[in-house]
Nanobody, 117 residues
Framework: QVHLVESGGALVQPGGSLRLSCSASGFSFKTYTMSWYRQAPGKERELVASIAAVVPGQIRYGNSVKGRFIISRDNARNTVDLQMNNLNPEDTAVYYC?????????WGQGTQVTVYL
């Protein structure tokens, strides 16, 4: 079955950087677009970034992270990473790795990122 495991969440000060990683298994990783979402307390889950199956391919970023976050994938290792730079308190959220394999979307368990003053 589809299995997504995120890692790399931590406490960090404003202006700092973190690198999240998602390890995927149970499906043909190189075939599907991979995405990172996040959900802050009291807010809806939002798209952070997505990357198409074939590298180089289409990459999309949420407006709030453009120019600060970079998504990448390694189809040989079945991993998708999110490099987060210049973090600010509004980036505090649980970050989820996700893949859409019709008819459903699959999620990891999430990793907490907290940006504190």
């Amino acid at each position: 079955q589809v299995h997504l495991v995120e890692s790399g969440g931590a406490l960090v000060q404003p202006g700092g950087s973190l690198r999240l990683s998602c390890s995927a298994s149970g499906f043909s990783f190189k075939t599907y677009t991979m995405s990172w979402y996040r959900q802050a307390p009291g807010k809806e889950r939002e798209l952070v970034a997505s990357i198409a199956a074939v590298v180089p391919g289409q990459i999309r970023y949420g407006n709030s992270v453009k120019g600060r976050f970079i998504i990448s994938r390694d189809n040989a290792r079945n991993t998708v990473d999110l490099q987060m730079n210049n973090l600010n308190p509004e980036d505090t959220a649980v970050y989820y790795c996700s893949v859409l394999i019709p008819p459903g979307r699959y999620w990891g368990q999430g990793t907490q990122v907290t940006v504190y003053l």
